[in-house]
């Protein structure tokens, strides 16, 4: 019965299962890990750029020039904290120990410093352009000239003075918001908050401190962004090894959940069918079949991956593999369809009734060695009905020129 024969291939043995489990649990941890400590050293060339604001530089001059006029500023006392806290951050190192649960924690801390700097950088220089405003105003009122001939960069913002009762809860809340996402957007409409609502400064006042004390609840409301961190990584990583880097990530946590237990499930199908591929590889070269050329054609999601054998002098066993498990042998003649006449069709069904016992070697062998079992059987009787050609000149050109692509690409 060797026409076409069409079956499942499932993997029966419960320790080689746990085998391949097992090795993919290694090989997923693996990447895991590779892909945070690619963010880590993508957030340390963010660091890097920290510092790289030239008003950052500037600041140090003005600390040195406004103490000597406005030594109580909250303001002065606030860009001196700042300033020592960026340094701080650019001295700090994430530590790469660990498994990729570790390493992800440490990451997770990192970045969140590291996000804290930047906002806190775009603070310095707000925070400069009121000390500018106020240095400026008690150098008027002692008719000093060292900050008149003194030039800043202008950033195109506008900065009001606020009173001194205001300035204190105005940069609390400002450090509070430095500590998470969008700061300029939420520092917008607290300056917003300041300039739109006229000289009712008690009114605005009590608006920062409800802005405080939201901050405040919101800080300690507990929120598992490590526990969504982990996910994010983990199916970043799957991605990875599944060949689809590009795809887009989920921002919903239940979307998140969804799209990681179809990527499991994927990821799992391409483990399997590797090995049985590579079963099936094994079992053909024990028994001195000789591989003429393997091709993976993808469609619609569907991977079928087929792989061709010498088989006499005019024949060839194609075996063809989904990532589902589906598979199909079959006889076939070595050229192009065209060549099939009623005399080479009569030849290929011979050929087909010879491969019957070897089919039944291959199968039994699967199992007995691989713990590989096809099931689901449909085998077809030898028939010329079924003869068909495959041009493996052409194949093997075509295999050629993908690998020399390949050799080029990486030189």
Known sequence: MSGPKYSTAIIREIERLQQLAKQLEEQLEAQKRAQVLSDISRLDKEKEKVLSDANFFDCDALVKKSEELIPDSP?????????????????????????????????????????????????????????????TTAQQEKREDL??????????RKVSTIPG????????????????????????????????????????????????????????????????????????????????????????????????????????????????????????????????????????????????????????????????????????GDGTHKEMDASRAEQLESEMRRFCPDYKEIKDALLRDYGISLEQEHLCEPDKKYAKAIDTEEKMDSRRKKKEKKRMSYD
């Not at 606030?78 to 951050?89: A, F, T, Y």
């Not at 530590?95 to 950088?121: C, F, H, V, W």
């Not at 008149?148 to 960069?153: D, I, M, Q, R, Y």
């Open 165 to 332: 009762n205001l300035q204190e809860i105005y940069m609390e809340v400002l450090e509070m918001l430095a500590e998470g996402e969008d700061y300029e957007d939420k520092k917008s409409a607290i300056d917003q908050l300041i300039s739109n609502t006229g000289t009712d400064w008690a009114y605005k006042r009590q608006q920062l401190m409800n802005r405080r004390d939201a901050l405040k609840v919101e800080k300690n409301r507990s929120i598992d962004t490590i526990g969504i961190l982990k996910k994010i990584t983990e199916l970043r990583s799957i991605y990875t090894l599944i060949g689809c880097e590009e795809k887009k990530i989920p921002k919903e946590t239940e979307a998140i959940d969804q799209a990681l237990e179809e990527a499991k499930k994927l990821l799992n199908e391409k483990q399997q069918a590797e090995y049985v591929a590579e079963c099936v590889h094994k079992v053909f070269k024990d028994r001195g079949y000789n591989l003429l050329g393997d091709s993976i054609v993808v469609n619609n999601g569907r991977k079928i991956q087929n792989d061709i054998y010498e088989y006499g002098d005019d024949s060839l066993i194609s075996v063809s593999m989904s990532n589902k498990g589906q598979m199909l042998f079959e006889v076939v």
């Open 75 to 135: 303001y002065l006392v606030k860009l001196k904290e700042i300033r020592k806290e960026i340094v701080s951050v650019l001295n700090t190192k994430c530590s790469l120990n660990g498994d990729s649960e570790k390493l992800l924690e440490n990451y997770a801390s990192y970045k969140e410093l590291i996000s804290t700097a930047q906002n806190k950088k775009v603070l310095i220089t707000d925070l400069m352009h009121h000390i500018v405003e106020e240095a």
């Open 147 to 156: 900050f008149l001939n003194e030039k800043w960069e202008d950033t195109g």
